[in-house]
């Protein structure tokens, strides 16, 4: 920390920001000049003299270039700060100086924001900035929001330009005033979750404001106002993304919640005539969940002042935290309580589409004609498909593993786990290797090859996207059979009934004889449903299809969907993170994307067609 805002300071940072450097520096009494990368703009808070005020200095920590400084530097800040503006003015033709303060003696008239701007007119950056802090919702209700002269700004003891300095060097100065709603009056201390809320929202429309006075007044052209975010990221949030990744890497969901005495327990089922309910058993645990719990919580995800960050990893520690959860109530009831949190559960409107698949589609009576694929000869398959996919990228690092303790297929931390007693249509060997390799596999190393190691451990309710996509996947290389929908839209319907209390036994009942599914199949589906306690996930497969048509038919890509482990509602921020180059280009793309003859397919899909459609 420096004593004073000498003239060589200043000397130095000018010259950082004429090479195109990063600028983080202390200044006296705690303060901080943060500047990502030479930009046209600069968000300024200075604490009141002797009353600091740290929760409204967070606002301007989550944007890429701000001062948080003390009132009575303003003498060497608007030296500081003029330097800065005279350099960057060189560069863009312009310079946008925004203040933000709390507002004095608010009263319960006070507006929520007040925007100090020239007087004589509304230029649209004002405009922008009026409109986007009118859509901030506190409590149901939009903010209010007032614009006033700036003339308070330019004048007595705390101003840092008079106007005819801002007029010559083409500098914009504005004020926003913020009624500290988010702070306990009466004992001084923040109110975190709103701050926090506040912060996010107020953040994004300071973004789009400084875009607009951008692509007016400066030749600085950004592609979008996401670019305006930081492009740097601290050691510390690496740090904390990896603690997250260890913790997460330290047990194997689906795994642990799947049973290892599968083919005893459907043994003794149909040895009782299914008339008494099967005791499954799963593999120890190999964590205390209250332990990781500890660590979980120990991370200091609330120091992370990039909001975009910060809401990933809070969005990660919740769904860890459940899952831990799901894991120390296995075989209990609460298991499915945390399940319904976790994956969600069935709405009347899934209900309704999957009782018509159903309804619409006949009970197959071909299945003892069918060719069963060895399991050997699909592994070898599967190898060959993981080959493809090393040859776009080196960094997979993925196989094929033939146990005796799992039930079907389950790609779990990048490697196709295959079950010795795996029943494999021939027909749809190559859908359910596009299904595991061309989708879960291909989207574990996509996110592997990211920075940010959440994209490849999988963001929350990433599920019902990877599903769909896996689901649609069989579609596009031709292996979607009626079987298959009917056993997606089963699961939904079984899902749906074990929430209301039903029994395995009703439900596998209720399969085989109104559903007419072979006992077999009956089986699997309930097994699946009822494991651990009751898990609601497999109704993610046609809900996350559903959603994904929809996505498609709006003209939406599908590429964006594959760089990793993501949620549908996701998009907008990776695409940010990508705007703001802290993710890369994807490394792997499936073979049906690069496949001419699928291209019909996805012209379809653009034109909209429903589940119904794709059988």
Not at 54 to 69: G, L, M, P, Q
Not at 392 to 398: E, I, L, P, R, T
């Amino acid at each position: 920390m420096i004593d004073s805002i000498t003239d060589h300071f200043i000397q130095k940072i000018t010259k950082s920001l004429r090479r195109g450097k990063q600028v983080h520096r202390r200044l006296p009494g705690g303060g901080l000049v943060y500047i990502d990368r030479p930009l046209p703009f600069l968000l300024l808070f200075r604490h009141p003299a002797g009353n600091p005020d740290h929760a409204t200095a967070d606002f301007v920590k989550a944007s890429a270039s701000y001062i948080i400084a003390q009132e009575e530097q303003t003498p060497e800040l608007t030296r500081l700060i003029g330097s800065i503006a005279e350099e960057m003015a060189h560069q863009f033709d312009a310079f946008l100086i925004l203040e933000i303060k709390a507002a004095p003696q608010a009263t319960p008239t006070t507006p929520l924001f007040r925007i100090l701007g020239p007087k004589e007119q509304l230029p649209t950056t004002i405009s922008t900035l009026q409109h986007e802090l009118e859509q901030i919702k506190i409590g149901g209700f939009h903010s209010s929001v007032e614009t006033v002269s700036n003339q308070e700004l330019l004048e007595g003891p705390l101003s840092l330009f008079p106007e005819e300095k801002l007029k010559k060097h083409s500098y914009l100065m504005l004020g926003l005033e913020l009624k500290p709603i988010y702070v306990n009056q009466e004992t001084g201390t923040a109110y975190p979750l709103l701050l926090r809320t506040l912060r996010e929202k107020i953040a994004a429309a300071i973004k789009k404001t400084v875009f607009d006075f951008l692509s007016v007044q400066t030749s600085h052209k950004p592609i979008h106002f996401q670019s305006l975010g930081r492009q740097a990221v601290n050691r510390s949030v690496w740090k904390i993304d990896k603690q997250l990744t260890s913790i997460s890497d330290q047990f194997r969901f689906l795994l642990l919640v799947t049973p290892v005495n599968n083919n005893e327990a459907w043994a003794e089922f149909k040895k009782s005539n299914y008339s008494q309910t099967p005791t499954f058993f799963y593999r120890l645990m190999p964590v205390d969940a209250d332990q990781l719990k500890r660590k979980l919580y120990n991370i200091p995800i609330e120091k992370v002042d990039d909001p975009t960050l910060a809401y990933l990893f809070r969005d990660k520690r919740h769904e860890l935290d459940k899952m831990l959860t799901m894991l120390a109530d296995r075989n209990t009831p609460d298991f499915m309580y945390s399940s319904m949190q976790l994956f969600g559960t069935v709405d009347d409107q899934l209900l309704k589409v999957a009782e018509g698949i159903l309804a619409a589609i006949p009970a197959s009576t071909r299945e003892a004609d069918v060719e069963l694929i060895p399991v050997p000869e699909f592994a070898a398959l599967a190898e060959q498909e993981i080959a493809f996919l090393k040859k776009q990228y080196a960094g997979v690092d993925s196989g094929v593993v033939v146990s005796d303790d799992i039930v079907g297929l389950i790609v779990s931390k990048g490697r196709l786990h295959v079950g010795t007693d795996a029943k494999i249509p021939r027909h749809r060997a190559q859908a359910l290797i596009q299904h595991e390799v061309g989708t879960h596999i291909l989207t574990y190393y996509n996110g592997k090859a990211q920075p940010l190691q959440q994209l490849y451990i999988g963001s929350p309710g990433y599920e019902e996207l990877q599903e769909g996509l896996a689901v649609l996947s069989e579609w596009l290389v031709g292996g979607l059979d009626q079987e298959r929908m009917r056993i997606l839209a089963a699961r939904v319907v079984s899902v749906y009934h074990l929430t209301k209390g039903c029994s395995f036994i009703d439900n596998f009942l209720r399969l085989k004889e109104t559903y007419k599914f072979d006992e077999e199949t009956a089986w699997d589906i309930t097994m699946r449903v009822h494991r651990g306690g009751g898990l609601t996930k497999d109704a993610v497969y046609l809900r996350g299809l559903i959603h994904l048509l929809n996505y498609l038919k709006e003209g939406n890509a599908l590429e964006p969907l594959l760089i990793g482990k993501i949620r549908q509602d996701y998009l907008p921020i990776v695409q940010e993170l990508i705007y703001r180059n802290v993710l890369r280009p994807v490394p792997l793309k499936p073979r049906y994307l690069l496949d001419p003859t699928i291209k019909p397919k996805f012209e379809k899909l653009k034109e909209g067609i429903t589940v119904f459609n794709l059988l």
